[in-house]
């Protein structure tokens, strides 16, 4: 007996449903950046990494690498000037 088939046929997308994709993947990457810069001004102010967790519903580790990845990007343009 063999298994059955997973694979699934690709089945182009309508036009509008691609462009519609690529308009959230946009703001997507824009809220993204939004929310980085915010947990970065709410650390400023003096926020723990905690509390800034408990308000985007997601664990300190997650806000750590968030502060880490931005604090790689201000270092990296700090030496590229």
Known sequence: ?????????????EPMTNAE???????????????????????????SLREIAEILEVNHV????ALQKLSWRLRERETAR
């Open 62 to 65: 997650t806000v750590r690498n």
């Open 21 to 47: 994709l690529r308009r959230i993947v946009k703001k997507i990457g824009l809220l993204h950046a939004e929310r980085e810069r915010l947990i970065l001004k709410a650390h400023q102010e003096g926020a």
């Open 1 to 13: 007996m063999s298994a059955p088939s997973s694979t699934i046929e690709d089945v182009p997308a």
